[in-house]
């Protein structure tokens, strides 16, 4: 379920991606090869479903593209601050991030996907990944800097 809560825009569509991924896992149960970890095998169908739905709903999603000179500039007056929090807390405040610097930010440091793979997966281009995870990292940070004071 927490798979579907990074990827899905509300917890409702979660439960959906949830009980669909998991109806999914039963049907190819069989295919299992005892190759890897049960819990990895899981993991990877449940977020290849997750992303196979959000490239059915690519339309609805609003990208914003910004060209590389803005990031590179952008990027160096971003301040940060040492923070301890809770995996939870922190999954609560990416939740408030609007819907595609979710989706990029969840495949970039949670899933370890490369900008590439990203765009290829969500069928945007690079530029757009890149600009996704610039501006989910500064919403991030001025979410974590508000909730600080």
Known sequence: MNVCERYAPDHDAAKDLFQE????????????????????????????????????????IQWVELNEDHIAVAD?????EELSLRINEIME??????????????????????????AKELGITISTSKTQLFKARRALLQLLNERVK
Do not use: Q
């Open 93 to 118: 405040l990416m939740k408030k991030l609007p819907y595609g610097y979710r989706i990029v930010l969840n495949m970039y440091a949670v899933d370890s996907k490369k900008h590439d793979e990203i």
């Open 76 to 80: 160096e007056n971003l301040e940060t």
């Open 21 to 60: 991924g998991f109806l999914k896992i039963l049907k190819v149960m069989d295919t299992f090869r005892f190759e890897s970890k049960f819990e990895s095998w899981l993991y990877k169908i449940m977020v290849n479903h997750c992303i196979n739905s959000i490239r059915k709903r690519k339309k609805d």
